[in-house]
Nanobody
Framework: QVQLVESGGGLVQPGGSLRLSCAASGSIFSINFMGWFRQAPGKQREFVAH???????NLADSVKGRFTISRENAKNTVYLQMNSLKPEDMAVYYC?????????WGQGTQVTVSS
């Protein structure tokens, strides 16, 4: 079993920044995927960012140039740095790991972008 705990969400004004964290614990032996998704009210959950075991990253077009995904292996933690936030970024953000072929999701953290 793997447990994912997210933190760092909150209320921010347009143009502001937040950093989300996703800390993993448990039986982490073979990590196949580490990434972030988000879900806005009334919309489907969508991909935001992914970081591979080698450190290469992939971001959704809507966040490229504004968001950065990184990881700290020693802490089993993945980060999502979000800059220049827009109202359309407002959503519940979920981290997702695939470990030994099984999907694990965090509980979600709310990001609200409003003046």
């Amino acid at each position: 079993q793997v447990q994912l705990v997210e933190s760092g969400g909150g209320l921010v004004q347009p143009g502001g920044s937040l950093r989300l964290s996703c800390a993993a614990s448990g039986s982490i032996f073979s990590i196949n995927f580490m990434g972030w998704f988000r879900q806005a009210p009334g919309k489907q959950r969508e991909f935001v960012a992914h970081i591979s075991r080698s450190g290469s990253t992939n971001l959704a077009d809507s966040v490229k140039g504004r968001f950065t995904i990184s990881r700290e292996n020693a802490k089993n933690t993945v980060y999502l740095q979000m800059n220049s936030l827009k109202p359309e970024d407002m959503a519940v953000y979920y981290c997702k790991w695939i470990v030994t072929g099984r999907d694990y999701w965090g509980q979600g953290t709310q990001v609200t972008v409003s003046s």
